[in-house]
């Protein structure tokens, strides 16, 4: 430290430490994705990619897990992925839609993977913000229509207890003919969304979440609960659709 | 005689429109006090053209001092307008069992020497916080968003949709009061006040905050209502403190983040309140479950050196570092450049220029700070207990 007799700010450094945004994409990869839909979710994911560490602020705090969920649900990033050195995994569509399983890897992750702050030691990670990509209803093993798996898993996410970890939003987006409005909005947390299934829906949705994730990011520098106020700023492609 | 007050620090906001300034600083002495105040926007903010939802007030009372410092939710664009009415309302209340409005009587007003006008206002320096606002053409901004008030019609009160504007400029409003060589003025009358002589017998502190926190929750919801809104939308935390400067006792109440630090002789900075254990809670004053996560705390010993009061913008980057000793480092560099400083105004603005301008990779928002210290000495020459 300086001994001179005059006051010397530039020395006074905080030591600060790192916080990171967690964004966990939940990808549909049930039988009925395979073809043309799961590849405009790969070229979405890669668009996604782009958007966000192009953005100043936000490729400094995003951290990304995918979670793809057919008959089982796997988390394909094997934890949460800087968005700078984020590659969109290779996606294969099989199986039923265990929307349940994908709820409960999850959950696993954010108790492993997002940082917790403790004082005198680490920065905490903010809120995970959480959007599901489905164009069905939910299943069980079998592919039976059910919701006994699904919503107990969904409230285990966000109804935790203090001090655990649990997400800021879940935003669901729904694709194709299958997917019905209130089963999307008994999904998120707060809005809904139905979209096209093309490769540019895919893409100008996932753009859409990295504006609105820049967006919630500027605001305040606090995205835990700017989000869904940011996703009103933010321009809606021209097909997807606000469910009210 | 009536104790000799001050007031300094962001003021309330209300139908009269946004004036909350990006940046503010505020400073005095105050007994042998240095008392500095700064409250620096965020980078985000700065880039997306918005305002400070952070604010300070700073309220003196004859030997008591009151500091309130508020952090308005980033995700509603009129917590500023929660915020600065919080840190009014909060320091305000922290006072008041130690007011009385009565006038002085004529054999107590000082007669001779008349003090004179100031002849010089003391210039604070050009060196204002660089801002790398958006560049607009458009100065309609602010002026736009009330326009309809203006006219007449009670227009809803929107928050503005940008600061809009080519550049920053001060405006500034700066008050003297009695030098330091006066200060039998603030001995003269001590028997009318509680806690003004030794033996007096003290209001409970502990009551006295907790009552400060539970009025300025109602008054906060009464003024969302004066202003059409929710309370919600003036969501902010509140952060308070109450000293004694003569005796060196200090208490301090908590909702939301934030930080109120204590530094001893030693140089040893501690937690005076401690934060909330849950990360993940947000708790603000404007919600009715306020008082579940009110906490309320002494400082463990009197006096301090140094009392920190700070929004998380600050508390962040200070609190949650691995090495060892980095906390006390920077308390005590912010100390001594405080007390190193020509005036009381050059300190407040390099604290504030500090503020607006260190990196923190991540660290953009807005940062807010006071700081209460004494010279090297003082703090341990005096023995008094930790209560008023």
Redesign the interface.
């Known amino acids: 430290?300086s001994q001179s007799?005059?006051?010397?700010?530039a020395?006074?450094?905080?030591?600060?430490?790192?916080?990171?945004l967690p964004v966990y994409l939940l990808i549909d990869t049930s039988d009925s994705m395979k073809g043309a839909p799961i590849e405009a979710v790969r070229q979405g994911l890669e668009q996604f990619q782009t958007e966000t560490a192009g953005d100043e602020?936000a490729r400094?705090?995003v951290h990304v897990g995918v979670i793809t969920f057919g008959s089982e649900a796997k988390l394909v990033t094997e934890g949460l992925v800087p968005i700078t050195s984020f590659q969109p995994p290779i996606l294969e569509a099989a199986g039923a839609t265990r929307l349940d399983l994908a709820f409960q890897e999850l959950q696993a992750s954010m108790d492993a993977h997002v940082v917790?702050?403790?004082?005198?030691?680490?920065?905490?990670d903010w809120?995970p913000c959480v959007f599901i990509f489905t164009d069905g209803l939910p299943t069980d093993s079998n592919g039976t229509l059910t919701n006994e798996l699904w919503k107990p898993a969904r409230d285990g996410v966000l109804n935790r207890v203090?001090?655990?970890?649990?997400p800021s939003e879940v935003i669901a987006f729904g694709c194709g003919p299958n997917v019905v409005n209130e089963n999307l909005k008994d999904i998120s947390t707060g809005v809904a969304f139905r979209m096209g299934s093309s490769v540019a829906s895919f893409v100008a949705v996932l753009r859409y979440v990295s504006m609105s994730l820049a967006a919630s990011?500027?605001?305040?520098?606090?995205p835990?609960?700017?989000l869904?106020?940011n996703l009103d700023k933010v321009s809606l492609p021209p097909d997807l659709i606000r469910i009210p | 005689m009536m104790k000799p007050a001050i007031a300094m620090g962001d003021r309330g906001l209300g139908w009269a429109g946004d004036s909350h300034p990006a940046w503010m600083l505020a400073h005095a002495k105050l007994l042998d006090h240095l008392v500095v105040g700064a409250s620096a926007i965020g980078q985000m903010h700065l880039r997306e053209g918005t305002g400070r939802d952070d604010a300070f007030l700073i309220r003196g009372l004859g030997p008591w001092l009151a500091i309130a410092v508020s952090d308005g939710i980033g995700s509603r664009p009129l917590s500023r307008f929660g915020a600065s009415y919080t840190v009014e309302s909060l320091t305000s209340q922290l006072l008041r069992p130690f007011s009385r409005l009565t006038p002085d009587p004529p054999a107590h007003r000082v007669t001779s020497p008349v003090p004179e006008a100031p002849g010089a206002l003391e210039e604070l320096g050009p060196s204002w916080p660089k801002a790398r606002s958006k560049v607009s053409p458009s100065s309609a901004g602010i002026v736009s968003a009330f326009s309809g008030a203006a006219k007449g019609a009670r227009a809803k009160l929107t928050p503005s949709s940008s600061m809009a504007d080519v550049g920053h400029e001060q405006v500034a409003s700066v008050g003297w009061r009695a030098a330091p060589s006066d200060s039998k003025r603030l001995e003269l009358g001590d028997d009318s006040l509680p806690g003004g002589n030794a033996g007096d017998p003290t209001p409970d502190l502990h009551a006295v905050v907790r009552a400060a926190f539970e009025k300025t929750h109602l008054g906060l919801n009464e003024h969302a209502r004066g202003l059409s809104l929710k309370v919600a939308e003036l969501g902010c935390t509140a952060l308070g403190v109450l000293m004694n400067l003569r005796t060196g006792g200090c208490i301090a109440g908590q909702v939301g983040d934030g930080a109120i630090l204590g530094m001893t002789a030693q140089g040893q900075i501690q937690e005076i309140v401690p934060g909330s254990e849950d990360p993940q809670d947000t708790p603000t004053i404007g919600k009715s479950n306020f008082a579940d996560f009110l906490a309320i705390q002494p400082a463990p010993v009197a006096p301090l050196q140094a009392v920190f009061v700070m929004s998380d913008g600050l508390s962040g980057d200070l609190l949650y570092s691995d090495k060892e000793g980095a906390l006390e480092k920077v308390g005590t560099q912010i100390v001594r450049n405080l007390l190193l400083s020509a005036t009381p105004g050059q300190a407040a603005i390099g604290l504030l220029n500090w503020l607006a301008g260190y990196k923190v990779k991540g660290s953009w928002d807005d940062r807010t700070l006071v700081v209460v210290t004494t010279p090297p000495g003082r703090a341990d020459n005096d023995s008094d207990d930790s209560t008023g």
Do not use: C, F
């Not at chain 1, 007799?5 to 700010?9: R, S």
């Not at chain 1, 917790?116 to 905490?124: D, T």
């Not at chain 1, 203090?162 to 649990?166: H, L, N």
């Open positions: 430290m007799n005059l006051p010397n700010w020395e006074v450094q905080p030591a600060g430490g790192e916080r990171h602020y400094s705090i917790k702050p403790i004082k005198g030691a680490q920065k905490g809120k203090k001090g655990e970890t649990k990011v500027a605001s305040g520098a606090n835990d609960n700017t869904l106020s």
